[in-house]
């Protein structure tokens, strides 16, 4: 007796090679751009290194790679830390916060990290602020 096509099982439809996991796509909440922040963290020291924006190829390569991949908002292009400068940034791990709009990326650092030859983009560049103070 053979099966009609509706009872036969199917596979389920593969995910095309080059996407980011379904389930890891359904976590992350894009801006009107369909960007996500992405804040570069040096791994062992902690230092805070750059921002730098993502959308869904960018964190896939960034995954699949161990090198970070970002999108430029200014050149509508993908770019990769080091292919131009040679400072490169070796990923350690990568987490996604609560909300889903932001990742944090430990990486290794080999070189400046901010494009003006800092080593953070944050160096020097501080604002005048009231600091605040946690009462006892």
Known sequence: MQQSPESQSQ????????????E?????K???AGLVAAVIQQFDSREVLMLGWMDDEALRRTLSSGRVTFYSRSRQEYW???????????VKSVALD????AL???VDQVGAACHTGSSSCFDG???AAVQGHRQP
Do not use: E, M, N, W
């Open 30 to 32: 894009r801006d009107g």
């Open 80 to 90: 990769r830390k080091g292919d131009t400068s040679g400072h490169f940034q070796y």
């Open 98 to 101: 609560c909300d889903g709009d």
């Open 125 to 127: 560049r501080g604002l």
């Open 104 to 106: 944090l990326i430990t």
């Open 24 to 28: 890891v796509a359904a976590k992350l």
């Open 11 to 22: 596979p389920a439809p593969a995910r095309p090679a080059h996407a980011l996991p379904p």
